[in-house]
Every structure is written in C-alpha cells, then in structure tokens.
C-alpha cells in the first residue's frame, strides 16, 4: 500500500518501490480492495523480494515491518526511517480484517504525506531537481 500511495500522491518527487523479506506470492487481496477504495491504482503492484534491489542505491528506506516481531531489512547507504505497524493481514475475522487495512492505510496516508512536504522543503532549498528514491521493505 505504501509503494501504490507515494507513487499517487508523491510521484513527482519520489521513485517508490516496495518489497519484503518474506513476501507472499502476490499482493494481499485486502490491501487491493483498501487502495481501490481509496481511489488509489493498483496497476502492477506485485509481491517482490528485498533482494530484487541488492546493489540498487536508494536514498530513504522506510521499514514498515513491526520492529518488535520482525527484523527490518537494511540497504546500506541509505537514511533509515521506521514506520511501525501491526501486520493487518493478522485479524481472521474479514470485518476485523477490513478495518485493520483501513487503520494502516490512513497511518501511511499522513506519514507519506509529511515525508513529501518534508523532502520537497528540503530540496526546494537545496535546489534538488531530481526525484528521491523512497524503498519500502514491506
């Protein structure tokens, strides 16, 4: 959700790229279904492993995974900002499911928002005139 948002919203100023450590097979059907509802595309969004980028520069690394329960992949180069939130796949009743995409989704929505307003003050300043890479590891 977060690679499909900050290409949405942010996509003039950010490559994004998302992947995780142990991905699934494909993208989570509810986590479409979120996006969809929040008039967000989907188009080719597709499950990816971090090592698809090994050796790939990024300049922002934003983990999303429960630091707690997880460890967070690293790219070494790379500022690393963390977002953690609780795995919304986990629920097993599908209202529960539901609202638990939603929560997430709105969490990523206003940090993906202030990254942007942040990044772009930034680079207005220093007269950065090319995209920032932002990764997800999922």
């Not at 509810?30 to 967000?40: D, G, I, K, S, Y």
């Not at 209202?95 to 929560?103: H, M, V």
């Amino acid at each position: 959700m977060a690679e499909a948002f900050l290409r949405h919203v942010g996509g003039e100023y950010f490559e994004a790229f998302s992947a995780g450590a142990h991905p699934d097979f494909q993208v989570h059907p509810q986590a479409l279904e979120t996006l969809r509802r929040n008039h967000v595309p989907v188009d080719g969004l597709a499950a990816k492993s971090v090592s698809t980028f090994t050796g790939q520069a990024f300049e922002f690394v934003i983990s999303l995974c429960d630091r707690e329960k997880e460890q967070p992949s690293v790219m070494p180069g790379a500022d690393m900002i963390y977002w953690t939130f609780a795995d919304p796949a986990l629920p097993a009743e599908a209202k529960a499911q539901a609202r638990a995409f939603e929560d997430v989704f709105r969490g990523l929505e206003r940090r993906i928002r202030l990254l942007i307003v942040v990044n772009t003050r930034r680079s207005a300043s220093a007269l950065h005139t090319s995209p920032s890479q932002a990764f997800s590891p999922a």
